[in-house]
């Protein structure tokens, strides 16, 4: 049975995917980038659609939520790890 999703949602896999991108057009953090998609959601929200004004707010929102996570842009132990396991069960 497949959920129906309201305008602005991700699947994971769409997240995945826009975190993956991102990470290979600015070396900003996640942080930074949620801010300012933030203010130019604000900012902007009389000329975008409804859409897309809910799309870039949670894609901000999202983003502002990884960014604790996101240390200092190198894999630590634990990722390499999880990777191996991931693996084991691919």
Do not use: C, H
């Amino acid at each position: 049975m497949s959920r129906r999703r309201k305008n602005g949602d991700l699947t994971d896999y769409e997240l995945a995917w826009v975190v993956r991108e991102v990470s290979k057009l600015t070396n900003k953090s996640f942080r930074e980038i949620g801010e300012n998609l933030a203010n130019e959601m604000s900012d902007n929200e009389d000329v975008l659609s409804e859409d897309d004004f809910e799309l870039g707010n949670n894609i901000a929102a999202t983003l502002e939520t990884l960014w604790p996570r996101e240390g200092l842009w190198q894999p630590g132990p634990n990722a390499e790890r999880a990777l191996k396991l991931i693996q084991r069960v691919l």
